[in-house]
């Protein structure tokens, strides 16, 4: 898109170039996944669950403090738009906290605490919400639909198959080091599929909804703005982005009961960060106390526990409840597809439209365009949320 290259313009697009240019390194996932998951889930079972796993990280292929004296080397006062002005100052900070987030990766209590300023923690309220969707049953366990049957490679026609609806290309490979069963890994426009995972068929049209309906569609739609911004993310965008992934769930009825508990016993997971719990002592909470299958209470503790204390998962569950009650105010999710942008900054996306600085959503997540979800009991429990 052509805009009007005033000198007003010309300093903000030159602002926005050199942050994106600085934080392209800074994806956080791709340095908090260990490289020994396997290995130490394997010496921590022999542990009879006693001994914590010791993780190895990926090495930072950046200079940590020169990006951050980079950051705030940004001549913000040049801005002449207040809005503007502000919103790159919460961005900076943002970032800032993500590079301190990085630095401490695998450093205890250190990472856990920056984690903390970028992501928060479980309230009250939060845990709450998670405990009562633990009250309800799991829809019928052999049910063949979330029987394993697939490998990642066989996963992947899947996968090319529900993108043809899109207007876009990504590339799909496949990784042992990785905690989450696939992702999408924004700065190389790729979906990572873990090789250690048997996929189901509710697995695999949870995550084509998710993965590429919403988090590749917003990875594509980032790219097409005058700002970067909109590609490298909106302060704080976790919460809605996992928010709309889990609603494309909810909208192409593939939300169930069983995937709403997992959502709940990852803020659980979080929330024992908080008590000081230990990985071994979160994994017998959730295998001991509330009878999880060992491997699915292994991994749900690796993605928390990981870098020290990873607080970004209960961000799953309290962005769903935002974004469903977000569409069922009638409000425009279009907004939040321009890119990784955030609920909070609405007001600003749509003014940064009008100032011809950001264009509306290219591509649009499929099941936005009818709510087909039948699940009355998920109806339910996402109502009742607090």
Do not use: W
Request: one cysteine or more.
């Amino acid at each position: 898109m052509k805009i009007e290259t005033n000198e007003v313009t010309k300093v903000l697009l030159e602002i926005d170039k050199n942050i994106d240019s600085l934080v392209k390194q800074i994806e956080l996932l791709s340095y908090v996944n260990p490289l020994n998951i396997e290995e130490e889930k394997k010496r921590f079972f022999s542990s009879k669950y006693l001994t914590d796993p010791v993780f190895t990280y990926p090495a930072i292929n950046f200079d940590k403090f020169k990006q951050h004296r980079k950051l705030f080397t940004q001549s913000l006062e040049h801005i002449e738009d207040v809005e503007i002005k502000n919103l790159y100052e919460d961005i900076i900070y943002a970032y800032s906290g993500l590079i301190q987030c990085v630095e401490t990766i695998g450093s205890g209590k250190k990472f856990y605490y920056n984690c903390l300023r970028c992501f928060g923690t479980p309230t009250e309220k939060d845990v709450e919400n998670a405990k009562f969707i633990l009250h309800f049953d799991d829809e019928k366990k052999d049910d063949v639909i979330f029987q394993p049957k697939y490998s990642a490679a066989e996963s992947e026609v899947f996968f090319k198959t529900f993108s043809e609806k899109y207007d876009f290309n990504y590339s799909i490979t496949h990784s042992d080091k990785i905690s989450a069963i696939a992702m999408v890994l924004n700065n190389i426009k790729s979906l990572v599929l873990n090789t250690n995972h048997i996929y189901s068929e509710n697995e695999i049209a949870v995550l084509t909804n998710h993965e590429i309906g919403v988090h590749m569609v917003t990875t594509m739609n980032g790219l097409l703005h005058p700002l970067k911004i909109f590609s490298h993310g909106f302060p704080n965008n976790e919460e809605t982005q996992e928010g709309l992934a889990v609603f494309s769930e909810y909208m192409s009825d593939n939300l169930t009961v069983k995937r709403l508990k997992e959502l709940a016993y990852r803020v659980i997971a979080v929330d024992s960060l908080a008590k000081g719990y230990s990985f071994s002592r979160t994994f017998r909470m959730l295998h001991n106390n509330y009878d999880l299958d060992r491997n699915i209470a292994f991994y749900i503790t690796l993605r928390v526990h990981r870098g020290g204390g990873f607080t970004k998962d209960y961000l799953y569950l309290t962005g769903l409840k935002k974004i469903y009650d977000y569409y069922h105010e009638g409000k425009d999710l279009n907004l939040l597809l321009t890119g990784k942008v955030t609920l909070e900054y609405v007001n600003e996306i749509e003014s940064l439209i009008e100032k011809g600085l950001a264009v509306p959503a290219k591509h649009v997540t499929d099941s936005y365009a009818e709510n087909k979800n039948t699940n009355k009991k998920v109806d339910f429990i996402l109502r009742s949320l607090k």
